[in-house]
């Protein structure tokens, strides 16, 4: 099955800095890469997504990278801001199996003001 | 759309009793997924129901976990007898159930068994 690796467990920057997330998976025939956003006592909320076809995929301050030869993904928040802080999970999944999604193990991120 | 709803927000319960927890999947979503946060473990998939059927539940992790869905609208997880290393946040989410689509989360459901 597939399995995904996330770094770092934590991350903490300052704000107006730049955050980088990172992961990989192991199944190449994964081909959907979505990140979620979990702030506390609330369930996971997509936040961007990219798909195989795609290497780069930017909404305002957030932007993923996907790099499908070496079988890694990454989340990039520039300009943080305090409300970035939350736990960030990457997931992967592939197109047969119905919107199942396998996790990484997270990232709290801290902006300090 | 209210989102996917999970009930109850909290439960406490004793060890050894029975406890259920209930989802309802947004309006036309085909996939619905039952998952289980702890600190430990992080985020598991537990089951997957896709159009009310069972799909893969290799992640139930025995046999006093059980998973019903008997309509498009309605799913339940099912503890029993509980046990106190079932303490944990399970969180119910559903999908349009195609290749590579979002999937949304309810609020959770924070069971702890004492």
């Known amino acids: 099955g597939e399995n995904v690796e996330q770094h770092p467990s934590t991350l903490s920057v300052q704000e107006g800095d730049s955050a980088v997330i990172k992961c990989t998976y192991s199944d190449s025939a994964s081909n959907y890469f979505p990140w979620y956003k979990q702030e506390l006592g609330k369930g996971p909320q997509l936040i961007i997504d990219i798909r195989s076809n795609v290497g780069e995929k930017k909404d305002q301050r957030i932007a993923v990278t996907l790099n499908k030869t070496a079988k890694h993904f990454s989340l990039h928040i520039t300009e943080t801001q305090p409300e970035d802080s939350a736990v960030y999970f990457c997931?992967?999944?592939?197109?047969?199996?119905?919107?199942?999604?396998?996790f990484g193990d997270g990232t709290t991120l801290t902006v300090k003001p | 759309d209210a989102g996917v709803i999970q009930s109850p927000r909290h439960e406490v319960t004793e060890m050894g009793q029975e406890v259920t927890l209930r989802c309802k999947p947004i309006s036309g979503h085909n996939s619905l997924f039952w998952y289980r946060q702890t600190m430990m473990r992080g985020l598991e998939l537990l089951i997957y129901?896709?159009?009310?059927?069972?799909?893969?539940d290799s992640g139930m992790p025995e046999d006093r976990f059980s998973a019903k869905m008997p309509n498009a609208s309605f799913s339940t997880l099912k503890i029993q007898p509980s046990e106190p290393r079932d303490s944990a946040v399970y969180f119910c989410?559903?999908?349009?159930?195609?290749?590579?689509?979002?999937?949304?989360f309810g609020q959770g459901t924070r069971l702890t068994v004492v």
């Open positions: 129901f896709n159009n009310n059927v069972p799909i893969d």
């Open positions: 997931a992967a999944s592939r197109r047969t199996n119905a919107g199942k999604s396998t």
């Open positions: 989410a559903s999908s349009t159930g195609g290749g590579g689509t979002e999937a949304f």
